[in-house]
């Protein structure tokens, strides 16, 4: 089989020893062959992106909204930053808007009160208060006075299949608003809600500040909530809260999906995870309907990224991930989870080649201790 077709890299697990972060010598993804994950499973993935937004002083550009609906749309990007290929080979800036959902008058895949539009002109850079000297990535929405505008960027591939990513992040902001990094694949048709694949991390301002929601979509349909599909989940440890800048992962693999906080198992559900090759969105967004509340007119939500991080597998036959296609064996095994400095891998085995299987292996140890979350 073609890896870069593959799903999931599998070594045995004794070939791996645990050790303490940074204990390994920093390497450059050229010099890996796959990366292994900790945590709940022994996952192995082809590819490694990492998008650092803390050091593009020269890009900030904080713009003020825009009131018009169509000018909203039709905005240009607010930095050359997003137009370079770093950046928009893998991403792509969202201008649509929910109108033609609503017009299908269908509450079952939308109840918005709200006509939203996703802008360009609300996803830019800007310096960080916390640490004067960086800058971050900031997407927010807005309550206008006959409007809601948004702000999301997903990937260019649809090909993802089965990742571990994360992001430093935080969210701010009135009752009302939404905040998220999932994974989607769309139904063949708008009607066909039952047929979504999604994996969700996803911040409601209008929940208590210590509360994070988790879910495998779909969380509804016609007549109810779908036990089993979402968890609403305080942080794991005292005193956290999603306007504080925490690491979020979630590591989608087969059979399920698994949510950390700053490193702490947070949520595990098995009940409806995605199957099928992906999209990779963050978003921030409103839209009077039931799931987001309304925003107050003239108030502004937040979601402030600081950095992305990814390993995965991606089924593209062509562009990117061609160029990155990998042997039929992993000699050089690598981790993003060992690593002193966020976003470089380090180099935890080498030298020897290990047989590539499509499967994953599980430590029971581990299973049995996610039992207890296991929907």
């Known amino acids: 089989m073609d890896l870069a077709r593959s799903l999931t890299f ?32 022994s996952n192995y ?4 992106r990492f998008f650092d937004f803390r050091s593009l002083q020269d890009h ?7 009131d018009n609906w169509d000018d909203s749309a039709g905005a240009p ?13 893998v991403w792509s800036i969202q201008n649509w808007s929910n109108s033609e959902l609503i017009d299908l ?5 939308t109840d918005a009160t709200l006509q939203m539009v996703n802008s360009p002109n609300n996803i830019y850079i800007e310096r960080d208060e916390q640490q004067p000297d960086n800058t971050h990535l900031t997407l927010r929405t807005i309550r206008h006075h006959d409007f809601q505008s948004a702000a999301e960027f997903e990937s260019v591939s649809e090909k993802y299949h089965f990742l571990s990513m994360r992001m430093e992040a935080r969210t701010q902001g009135p009752p009302g608003a939404v905040t998220a990094m999932f994974t989607y694949r769309a139904p063949p048709n708008p009607e066909d809600t039952d047929l979504v694949q999604e994996a ?16 495998n979509q779909p969380a509804w349909n016609s007549t109810s909530d779908i036990p089993g599909a979402s968890h609403n989940v305080t942080f794991p440890g005292p005193g956290r809260r999603w306007s504080d800048w925490a690491e979020y992962r979630m590591d989608w693999t087969p059979g399920s999906s ?6 702490e198992l947070a949520s595990h559900i098995t009940f409806q995870a995605p199957r099928d090759p992906s999209q990779v969105i963050f978003n921030a967004w409103s839209d009077g309907g039931s799931w987001s509340g309304r925003m107050p007119k003239g108030s502004t939500a937040y979601l402030q990224i600081r950095w992305i991080e990814m390993v995965y597998n991606n089924t593209d036959s062509h562009g990117q991930h061609s ?39 599980w430590s029971p140890v581990l299973v049995a201790s996610l039992m207890s979350l296991v929907v």
């Open 10 to 41: 599998a070594l045995t697990s004794a070939s791996m020893v645990a050790v303490a972060r940074g204990e390994f010598a920093l390497t450059t993804d050229s010099n890996c062959h796959c990366y292994q994950t900790n945590a709940t499973q």
């Open 45 to 48: 993935f082809s590819h490694h």
């Open 60 to 66: 900030i550009n904080v713009p003020n909204p825009i």
């Open 77 to 89: 990007p607010t930095s050359d930053y997003f137009t370079n290929s770093q950046f928009a080979d």
């Open 105 to 109: 008058d269908n509450s079952t895949i």
């Open 200 to 215: 969700d991390l996803e911040f409601l301002t209008r929940d208590p500040p210590h509360y994070v929601s988790f879910t």
């Open 258 to 263: 698994t949510w950390f906080v700053d490193g």
């Open 323 to 361: 160029k990155q296609e990998k042997q039929s064996t992993c000699e050089n095994v690598c981790s993003i989870d060992e690593t002193s400095k966020i976003g470089t891998p380090v180099l935890v085995s080498a030298g020897y080649r290990q047989a590539v299987q499509t499967a994953l292996l």
